[in-house]
């Protein structure tokens, strides 16, 4: 329950109450103020997933975090270390440095969907869409970002997607919990993706 917090722990004190916002079931959203831009904080906890453990100083584990739904009270467990190291790797060392400017175009392809009403904000989550094109093969990505796009466009359109991972590569990006993306709505950004590549600027 929020309200049993400290004031200090929900940020109120510090940046004044009308520009946190805790009504979030996930994060707390520190709202835009002079020189700052509006921030997602999400308070957690660390998570070890144990690959072996015999007593205190023998054992192997992957570190991640671990937060809860405030609506549902549903544990939700990330690997935000992975998660940036992944997207690093495949980056700099598997693609000509092209896997994040084709993430920027495709969320900028996102933006223009929702303003032109041709699909709803919430069809296609940041996270996941990050995570959709991270498992496009690296061949796909070339010294040119108008090609890797269309590459990318045509590899998801042309290619199953069910079994793709998240960028941590700890988590299904497809399944029925809310922390995963319907597989429905994923097939309709990309049918709406690929009809706006194909007829751009007669929108």
Known sequence: DKSLLPEKLTGKKYYTKNLVNTNGNKSIKLL???GRLIADVVPVITHRK????TDKDDYTSENGVKFYHKTTGK???NFPKHHYDNGVAKHSEKTP???KPVVRVFKNLRSFLIEKKLIDKDL???YFLQSLIYNVPDENFVNSLDTSVYNVLKHLYQNPIDAFVCQNEKHNVFGDTQE???LTN???FI???VKLWDNWGKL
Do not use: L
């Not at 144990?50 to 453990?53: G, K, R």
């Open 32 to 34: 835009p103020a002079s």
């Open 50 to 53: 144990y690959i072996y453990f």
């Open 75 to 77: 544990e939700i467990i």
């Open 97 to 99: 440095k092209m896997f």
């Open 124 to 126: 296609a989550p940041s």
């Open 180 to 182: 995963q993306w319907n």
């Open 186 to 188: 994923a097939a309709n």
């Open 191 to 193: 049918k709406e993706a």
